[in-house]
């Protein structure tokens, strides 16, 4: 590492000439340490930064989906504008039918009353016959009279046939009456349905239908509106897409580059504890790899004494808990882990004021028994639960994962810690692994604060 910077003097930090300088033992130990104490600053802000980003990179998610899911609304709102102006156009056409069947109507009222009139003429002639009648048949009546004895039959026909014309008379009127009242409905249909060429003013129906047409030729020019303003807004959608996409990518490449700095700080970290020179993380450091090792001897002994064999140690069946969230599992090792772990780790917790939790976890980021302020039941409620319930559950996340596959000597890290309900702590952690019989179990994590 000093060849490194001897390479090229002119770039050498301030905070790094002393490595570069004839100095005594102490001031080079006093440059190292500054290496770590800036290394530290560096890695937590590079976490600060890095948690702060992935953060903007969990909103811009939602914002992408909540983004997509209004651009299929839109699109649900265009096709039922579609349905809606095809229903409207089947509706005018229908009006369209409508008016000519009663244009068709019209013409049969027409032809019916001329038919009616033909009646009333026919009545009224059958009414002069039927008075004419009486006249001749009362004139036959006296002549009768007249005659006397012999007139007598005579003039009982005379009689009848008055009686009979009086009665034709009055069915006569009656039928001129109802034709009369036909006549003037049928007349006022008529006016109601007919269609005046060349007039604004038409009969009730048609307005009627007039209306109609001009309510659904609103409703088809609405929705055309409707839709042209949908469309641009589906290409604003689009554009909003394309925008969120870079702003993705751009968010992606800066975690990267963040990711890139806080594995610098955590390496220069290492390089200087694997000097042998004291730092503030040392004492951490120091108490991961002894716990480490007390485990993987508990875990050994449990082998050697049949208490689990190797093949249930290693288990990686993890079966869920059911109605748990944040989700937890059992696996075969849980009751031993219950039994042995958590006399050291709480002795690891309560040696270090400043560590903020001290758990074995397997190889794949399990965490099968945690300290006994984390290892609340659940209550329901969510935020309390991550914060508390954190025993029986799967920690893969970059953190995680580093710590638990780990295979060298100790690995340092730093980070922010999701505690819940949108609280984060920025902690540094210190792992090593915990070997069983020759094989890699998983890791022993030290969190620590700054």
């Known amino acids: 590492m000093f060849q490194l910077f001897k390479k090229s003097p002119t770039h050498i930090p301030p905070t790094l000439a002393a490595l570069t300088e004839p100095a005594g033992e102490p001031d080079l130990k006093g440059a190292v340490r500054s290496i770590s104490q800036q290394a530290s600053t560096m890695g937590r802000d590079a976490a600060e930064v890095r948690g702060q980003i992935d953060d903007v990179i969990k909103v811009s998610a939602r914002q992408a989906q909540a983004v997509a899911a209004l651009a299929g609304q839109l699109q649900d709102i265009t096709r039922a504008q579609h349905d809606i102006r095809g229903v409207a156009t089947g509706s005018l056409d229908a009006v369209g039918r409508a008016r000519q069947a009663v244009a068709a109507v019209g013409d049969e009222v027409a032809g019916i009353v001329d038919s009616l009139r033909d009646v ?100 088809n020019a609405a929705a055309d509106r409707s839709r042209e303003i949908c469309g641009g807004l589906n290409g604003q959608m689009a554009e909003i897409e394309t925008e969120m996409n870079r702003s993705s990518h751009a968010l992606d490449a800066a975690m990267t580059r963040s990711e890139a700095f806080l594995k610098v700080s955590e390496h ?16 951490f450091i120091e108490a991961a790899k002894a ?89 329901g409620d969510l935020a309390w639960d991550t914060a508390n319930s954190r025993y029986r559950r799967i920690f893969n996340d970059r953190t995680g994962l580093a710590s638990a596959r780990n295979q060298r000597p100790f690995l340092l890290q730093t980070y922010r810690r999701d505690m819940g309900g949108g609280r984060f702590v920025l902690l540094k952690e210190a792992a090593a692994p915990i070997v069983v019989n020759g094989r890699h179990w998983g890791g022993m994590r030290l969190a620590f604060n700054f």
């Open 268 to 283: 220069l970290i290492e390089l200087v504890a694997q000097c042998g020179l004291q730092t503030e993380d040392t004492p």
């Open 291 to 379: 716990a480490a090792a007390g485990i993987g001897e508990r875990l050994e002994e449990a082998v050697r004494s049949n208490a689990i064999s190797m093949a249930d140690l290693f288990d990686e069946d993890y079966r869920p808990l059911p109605n748990t969230n944040p989700a937890q599992h059992t696996t075969r090792f849980v009751t031993l882990a219950d039994r042995l772990f958590p006399e050291l780790q709480e002795q690891v917790l309560a040696a270090h004021p400043k560590a903020v939790f001290c758990i074995a976890v397997d190889r794949n980021g399990y965490v099968p028994t945690h300290n006994q302020r984390y290892c609340q039941p659940q209550r």
């Open 120 to 219: 009333a003429g026919a009545a009224s002639e059958i009414t002069q016959i039927a008075l004419q009648t009486r006249l001749v048949a009362f004139n036959a009546s006296v002549e009768a009279k007249r005659a006397g004895e012999a007139g007598r039959g005579f003039g009982v026909v005379a009689d009848a046939v008055k009686d009979l014309a009086s009665k034709v008379e009055q069915s006569s009127k009656a039928i001129m009456s109802t034709v009369g009242q036909l006549d003037a409905r049928i007349a006022a249909l008529s006016r109601e349905i007919q269609v005046k060429e060349g007039q604004a003013e038409q009969g009730a129906f048609h307005t009627a239908l007039r209306d109609v047409e001009g309510g659904v030729s609103s409703i």
